[in-house]
């Protein structure tokens, strides 16, 4: 059966039943809270996990030599010949070189990075036609679904790919890194509950023993989740910098320093914490953004240096703030000072940013709809130039006033959002 592309309506599939219990996964989306840009050239950022998240189902089925994906939040049905799929991609996963007897799945850095996408894309080719707007995210799919299974020693029958998000895609909330996340995990979850004998690897690859628990991912398998979604994530944005695969795997707020691990920070009572998300509607072009900035750090290197140092300033001082915060039981008005500061630190932040030329005339009219209500730590986050911005949302602010303000926000063309920050990561779905 060839792959079966059919974009905004629904394709009739061939009815299936699920076989057995379904794994399924969720992960949270994020947004960048101080450091968007900055920190690629080596500074601080912070990042915080949103209420809004991707689940990502993974069935087997009734039917015979059929592999199933369906992204409704996309338009997207696929369907493929699961033979066809095994033969190209899962076998032999790589050529039996020293570097794949040193690869298994727990070792995602340890792949042959290029020469897996590059297999992926040649059996897309020869069995998808596909169309611009999808073709990277199901290549980083695929890709998953290669180097998880590739290597691992299990009977793989027919299988469903389900995903649905809640997040707005390509707005620079992380629904490319939450999916990935959440495929990542729900592809590890499978392979632990196909295990038959102590190894978990075909017999070329690195020997897998470890001890199973189908409960819960282990610290180990955060890891790994993060890092193949990081490897995943490549396909898609070329060079990312770790922090949307890091938030979306580990939840709450993270401290990210390029070239180090992510380093979560104990936030106890964040998970109270409330923003307005604000989308634009115009969509950002991160390509294009990241290359507008490169060109002025190389024709204006010292102007831009100082304003990512002075980035790098307000993301420290925050941190400061959301780690007081995070005790167990701030007082009020440790807490309202804290507050007063982080929306200072927004505002001062957003500034800097429109210094390197990153706003957008949408993103500015949101943020003075935001001020005139009181909502004055406000910020984009992401790439800039549309996208997303979002604004603080203080303790004792009137639930009466921010239904209002959503619908102000609607009126004027934009899409608005109250979402908590800093939930959990990635989990299994009940």
Not at 99 to 118: G, K, R, V
Not at 286 to 297: D, F, G, P, S
Not at 311 to 336: C, I, R, S
């Amino acid at each position: 059966m060839s792959a079966e592309i059919v974009i905004g309506e629904q394709v009739a599939l061939p009815e299936f039943k699920k076989v057995g219990v379904p794994v399924k996964v969720s992960a949270p989306g994020k947004i960048i809270l101080h450091g968007e840009h900055s920190v690629v050239y080596g500074r601080l950022a912070l990042a915080a996990s949103i209420g809004l998240r991707t689940t990502v189902e993974l069935s087997e089925i009734d039917i015979p030599n059929l592999f199933v994906v369906q992204l409704p939040s996309v338009k997207y049905v696929g369907t493929f010949d699961m033979q066809k799929l095994k033969h190209h991609l899962l076998e032999p996963l790589l050529p039996l070189t020293h570097e794949s007897s040193m690869y298994c799945w727990e070792y995602p850095d340890f792949i042959h990075h290029d020469a897996l996408t590059d297999r992926v894309m040649a059996f897309l080719d020869m069995h998808a036609t596909l169309p611009p707007q999808h073709a990277l995210s199901l290549k980083a799919a695929i890709f998953l679904i290669a180097g998880i299974l590739g290597s691992s020693n299990i009977d793989i029958p027919s299988l469903s790919l389900h995903s649905e998000t809640s997040l707005t895609i390509g707005a620079g909330t992380g629904s490319s890194a939450s999916f990935l996340v959440s495929l990542a995990a729900a592809l590890i979850q499978y392979v632990k509950t196909k295990k038959t004998g102590e190894n978990f690897s075909k017999p070329c690859y690195k020997s897998s023993n470890w001890k199973v628990n189908h409960d819960y991912f282990r610290i180990e398998e955060l890891s790994m989740i993060s890092q193949w979604a990081y490897s995943a994530e490549r396909i898609i944005h070329g060079n990312p910098s770790g922090v949307d695969n890091s938030v979306c795997t580990w939840g709450g707020l993270v401290e990210f320093r390029r070239g180090l691990a992510p380093k979560p920070v104990p936030l106890s009572s964040l998970g109270t914490m409330k923003c307005m998300l604000v989308n634009t509607r115009v969509p950002r072009d991160t390509a294009r953004m990241v290359a507008k900035l490169a060109a002025l750090y190389k024709s204006r290197h010292d102007m831009v240096n100082n304003i990512f140092n002075a980035m790098e300033d307000v993301a420290f001082l925050a941190l400061k703030q959301y780690e007081l915060l995070g005790k167990n039981e701030p007082g009020v008005l440790e807490a309202t000072k804290a507050y007063e500061e982080l929306a200072e630190l927004c505002s001062t932040n957003h500034h800097l940013l429109c210094a390197l030329g990153l706003s957008h005339p949408r993103l500015d009219e949101a943020l003075l709809l935001l001020h005139r209500h009181g909502l004055v730590g406000a910020k984009l986050t992401g790439a800039g130039g549309g996208g997303h911005a979002f604004a603080l949302i203080p303790p004792s602010y009137d639930d009466t006033v921010l239904a209002e303000i959503c619908n102000e926000l609607a009126l004027a063309g934009f899409g608005a959002t109250v979402a908590e920050l800093g939930g959990v990561g990635v989990d299994l779905e009940q």
